[in-house]
């Protein structure tokens, strides 16, 4: 005897992961109907796939802090920029995903409207951030939605990917912020976010990044 059981009862422990194969399309859009909103499991879809992520307290705090690093850094170098979220993004029979923090950089300008993140008919987000990521479905959706810079934080280590015709290559230089020593800023930033505390933290960063000046942007790591 079967059993089914509604998706909006379904319960994941923080943490978790859940995979399903032999997901079409139109079965993604039905279960991200069906489990609504206000929900605190994430989905990702590629072709056949579908993965259902429970996210835990250790994961969202440090995708908040790169969030607040990314902003403080921009503004100080007086950049616009549109920061989305969670926001779902979309290519209908391709892929989706709901990343941790995703933002609008190059593109801000065009992004200030958007209410609907149409990818069929809108440009990527021009950054997008997740943390512990082991899936390999994440990576390939954001390959397929054409994302042009990703940054996976794990284990306390950044990784940055950056998006070519050929795929995903991962490199040590940012694309969003070539000037600075971005996978080596970022964990220690979040390591001292963490100790002391975000406005702390945040503090020392943007005091810092008044007085360097960019004269030696590594020196801005050294607290």
């Known amino acids: 005897m079967s059993v089914t059981i509604p998706l909006p009862n379904l319960q994941l422990m923080p943490g978790s992961l859940v995979s399903i194969s032999g997901i079409s399309w139109q079965d993604y859009e039905a279960i991200q109907q069906e489990l609504g909103e206000n929900r605190n499991l994430r989905l990702v879809y590629y072709p056949d796939v579908l993965e259902i992520m429970s996210p835990s307290a250790a994961h969202e705090r440090p995708h908040r802090l790169i969030a607040y690093i990314v902003t403080a850094i921009l503004e100080h170098q007086e950049?616009?920029?549109?920061?989305?979220?969670?926001?779902?993004?979309?290519?209908?029979?391709?892929?989706?995903?709901?990343?941790?923090?995703?933002?609008?950089?190059?593109?801000?300008?065009?992004?200030?409207?958007?209410?609907?993140?149409?990818?069929?008919?809108?440009?990527?987000?021009?950054?997008?951030?997740?943390?512990?990521?082991?899936?390999?479905?994440?990576?390939?959706?954001?390959?397929?939605?054409?994302?042009?810079?990703?940054?996976?934080?794990?284990?306390?280590?950044?990784?940055?990917?950056?998006?070519?015709?050929?795929?995903?290559?991962?490199?040590?230089?940012?694309?969003?912020?070539?000037?600075?020593?971005?996978?080596?800023?970022?964990?220690?930033?979040?390591?001292?976010?963490?100790l002391e505390g975000t406005r702390q933290m945040l503090g020392k960063l943007k005091a810092n990044l008044a007085k360097k000046?960019?004269?030696?942007?590594?020196?801005?790591?050294?607290f």
């Open 213 to 222: 000046q960019y004269s030696n942007p590594k020196s801005i790591v050294n």
């Open 79 to 194: 950049r616009d920029w549109e920061d989305f979220g969670s926001t779902t993004l979309k290519y209908p029979e391709v892929a989706a995903i709901e990343p941790d923090t995703c933002f609008y950089i190059q593109n801000a300008a065009c992004a200030r409207n958007f209410t609907n993140l149409d990818l069929t008919q809108s440009p990527p987000p021009d950054l997008a951030i997740e943390c512990d990521v082991t899936s390999k479905t994440v990576i390939k959706a954001y390959e397929a939605l054409r994302v042009p810079e990703v940054w996976i934080y794990s284990s306390d280590k950044l990784q940055i990917f950056v998006f070519s015709e050929t795929g995903y290559e991962q490199v040590q230089n940012s694309l969003t912020f070539p000037d600075f020593p971005i996978s080596d800023l970022i964990p220690q930033l979040i390591q001292t976010g963490m």
